[in-house]
């Protein structure tokens, strides 16, 4: 099984929709984050959180919210959704040592 | 805040050629990592270098962080087919020195003629 997960794997939703996207992870990690990627722009940084009780914003949080409901599960929400968020959504931990992060399998989130 | 910028953006090779993605900060780094992201897959680990000119080797992947500990490099040696995907590389901003937050360039796509 995946060591994180992210679910749907792609959402099809129109303007004004509010939308959950939902990550878990097996891994015991504290840290985790959203990023979104979009072409030719890398990943940027949405929210992250430290454990249940730390949440940061990151670059580009405007129109996202994100609740870290316990330390295998954080949710990221787009509660108006529009156009301009169309895009690839990753969920990442990173381990505590070495400080690697690990990718979930990401959601492709269309917005019509 | 910081920046990290990649180049090139796009390189294509035959098979068999070499090929390097460059990686520099705009500020000094505690560390850099690489993450290589297959086409339509998720971002996987690579390696991360921390010390000041730093050399380390995964087969055909030799990976270098530079003295000034502000650029990397990414070499391939005789690409093969499975060596397509974008690279990423990632250094944490400073805070407290602190590595909770990656900043990352935005990549260099690489293909591979068969």
């Known amino acids: 099984d995946a060591d994180v997960t992210q679910t749907p794997r792609n959402r099809i939703t129109k303007t004004g929709k509010r939308i959950m996207l939902e990550c878990s992870q097996t891994k015991g990690h504290d840290r985790m984050y959203w990023y979104r990627q979009d072409p030719g722009l890398g990943l940027r940084l949405i929210y992250y959180s430290f454990d249940v009780k730390d949440i940061n914003k990151g670059e580009i949080s405007d129109g996202y919210s994100v609740s870290r409901q316990a330390q295998a599960k954080f949710s990221l929400s787009l509660e108006s959704a529009i156009p301009n968020q169309t895009a690839l959504y990753f969920c990442?931990?990173?381990?505590?040592?070495?400080?690697?992060?690990?990718f979930g399998p990401g959601t492709r989130l269309t917005v019509l | 805040g910081q920046q990290v910028m990649q180049i090139p953006q796009y390189q294509h090779v035959q098979e068999g050629e070499d090929f390097t993605t460059y990686c520099n900060s705009s500020?000094?780094?505690?560390?850099i990592q690489w993450y290589k992201q297959r086409p339509g897959g998720h971002p996987v680990f690579l390696i991360q270098l921390v010390k000041s000119g730093e050399v380390k080797k995964q087969k055909r992947l030799t990976f270098q962080f530079g003295e000034a500990k502000k650029n990397s490099s990414l070499h391939i040696t005789a690409t093969q087919t499975t060596d397509v995907g974008t690279y990423f590389c990632?250094?944490?901003?400073?805070?407290?020195?602190?590595?909770?937050?990656?900043?990352f360039g935005k990549g260099t796509l690489l293909t591979v003629n068969p």
């Open positions: 990632a250094g944490p901003e400073n805070s407290g020195g602190s590595n909770y937050k990656l900043t």
């Open positions: 500020t000094t780094l505690s560390n």
């Open positions: 990442a931990t990173r381990a505590p040592v070495y400080n690697e992060q690990f």
